[in-house]
């Protein structure tokens, strides 16, 4: 990777943790509970959206370069959304004894994840 890459990638990814952060606090206190992580599922579908939307412009067209495509694909939409995150969480709700959360944690994720890369693609499919 060049310098120019991994400064763009370090920019994106700090633009994207600011923006998880206060989305997902937003959302989970929106949501007025602390019993189920719906601020990183909300996350987590907005990134699959992002980046669905993003690869199929890119894939289709060379839409953006590859500074660009650093610093939006891997670092910020990288940061927005963390795997990692969810399956802390998805632990702690194991451990917690709250089964069938940690199964509709996971199991939202997943479904709706794949289902918003694929909207994303079809949207950006209009759009050329």
Known sequence: MHV?????????????????????GWVQHWTGTVRFP?????????????IGTLTELVEGSGFL????????????VGAFTTFSTLCSET?????????????????GHLT????????GRALAQVWR
């Open 4 to 24: 120019r890459e991994i400064v763009s990638v370090g920019i994106g990814g700090f633009v994207g943790a600011v923006l998880r952060y206060e989305v997902s």
């Open 65 to 76: 370069g590859p500074q660009a495509r650093a610093m939006l694909l891997v670092g910020m």
């Open 91 to 107: 632990f702690n709700l194991l451990r917690a004894g709250e089964g069938m959360a940690a199964a509709l944690n996971l199991g």
């Open 38 to 50: 719906y601020g990183t599922l909300t996350v987590n579908m907005l990134g699959s959206l992002i």
């Open 112 to 119: 709706l994840g794949l289902a918003a890369v694929w909207l």
